[in-house]
């Protein structure tokens, strides 16, 4: 069994900072559950295109407001406390945070530790150049 308490992980290299975004990685893959699982913040203004073309990711807003848009269509959908959203298609996508929001994130396949966004929005896989 792992257990794990975010108000000490967030003390180690497990929180990871970047561009409008923080995050504690509970679950890494070298955990080998399969996936990673994520307590990310997204600073309040933040707008932030992605496109996580390595993974899939579903996350669900813990809380903060926002929206998440979907370049391909266009559509843009609110983010609230309760919303879900799974990015079953690698879709492309630019999530905004009206105020500050806090995630719960899974990715498969797991990320390794240290990743954040290339250019192109997505993270490399494990022996891509970051
Ligand atoms: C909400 C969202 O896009 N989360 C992405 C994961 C987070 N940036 C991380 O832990 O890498």
Redesign the pocket.
Known sequence: MIVRDLNTENKTTRR?V?NG?E?V?LLLKSDEMGFSF?I?T?YAGAD?P?HYKNHL?C?YCVSGTGSIEDVATGDVHPIHPGVMYALDKHDQHI?RADTEMV?A?VFNPP?TGR?VHQDDGS?ALEGEPV
Do not use: A, D, F, G
């Open positions: 990871v970047s975004w995050s990685r994520h990310t997204i932030l992605m990711e996350v999530l995630m994130c990320v990743e993270y």
